[in-house]
């Protein structure tokens, strides 16, 4: 077995991000694998930045509308295929989905929909978590799958610095949408930085209001999730809060596969 390290990382604006020193953590936290969310650019401004990336090979999922969504994975790793859909047009029109297939896994990168302000997508957030559960399923029937990214979710009280507050009021953390991971984890996928860290508390999220960040009022809604066939074969699950440059920070995993 090969020990490979894969990052993630919502860094809320792609453009911006490397402003703030993109390349400098990408190459600083010598990842096999790094993926993004919220790159809020296009397949050609996309193309660019992975082409100033050297020893990696972009792939990337662009939303129809611009400025809006996105995610992309820089990859050492050869994949033996990538996709973007889903099977929903309603879904992947966003680009929320980057799935890399290699040898033993699949890797699936997403942006899960966030159920907004007054939660007015709260209901299609059921939707898509119910659908992308079957995407997940439809895979993880041929290989074990390694899913990552921010899934706009605190799963637990643990999980954010304001359980009492924010539950049913805010987008994040409403029964509907805690539901749709007890449903992930029913379904056999594993939370593998709570599984390795029991009940630490650490946040990848912090609102840009307020000073939250410097006061850590924070939320965990980025997550590595795996199947439950190679969840011993997970070494490390790990929270880089140390890490600026966007209103989350990277999180990663360090797999035998």
């Known amino acids: 077995m090969t020990k490979i390290k894969i990052i993630s990382w919502n860094v809320n604006g792609i453009r911006a991000s490397v402003k703030k020193g993109f390349f400098d ?3 600083d936290l010598k990842a096999d694998i790094f993926c993004v969310q919220e790159t809020k650019a296009g397949d050609k401004d996309m193309e ?3 082409g100033e990336q050297k020893g990696f090979e972009l792939f990337s999922s662009s939303a129809e509308k611009a400025g809006y969504a996105g995610t992309a994975v820089l990859t050492k790793i050869k994949p033996k295929s990538f996709n973007t859909k889903t099977g929903k047009k309603e879904h992947d029109q966003e ?4 799935t890399l297939e290699f040898d033993k896994f699949y890797l699936v990168n997403t942006y ?3 159920a907004g302000q007054e939660l007015k997508r709260l209901s299609y957030r059921g939707t898509w978590d119910r659908d992308f559960l079957k995407y997940l399923k439809g895979l993880e029937s041929k290989k074990p799958v390694i899913i990552t990214g921010d899934f706009n979710v605190a799963h637990e009280a ?3 610095a304001r359980p009492k507050s924010n539950y049913n009021k805010t987008a994040g953390y409403t029964q509907k949408e805690i539901d749709g991971f007890d449903n992930l984890v029913s379904a056999g996928f594993v939370d593998t930085f709570r599984r390795l860290n029991g009940d630490k508390v650490q946040y990848t999220f912090w609102s ?3 000073g939250a960040r410097a006061k850590n009022v924070g939320w965990r809604i980025d997550y590595f999730m795996v199947s439950q066939k190679i969840l011993k074969q997970v070494k ?3 929270i880089l809060d140390q890490i600026m440059g966007s209103d989350h920070c990277p999180i990663g995993i360090e797999i035998d596969i």
């Open 25 to 27: 953590v990408v190459k």
């Open 158 to 160: 643990i999980d954010l």
């Open 208 to 210: 840009q209001r307020f």
């Open 236 to 238: 490390s699950s790990f």
């Open 95 to 98: 680009g929320r989905v980057c």
């Open 48 to 50: 660019k930045i992975g």
């Open 112 to 114: 899960v929909p966030n």
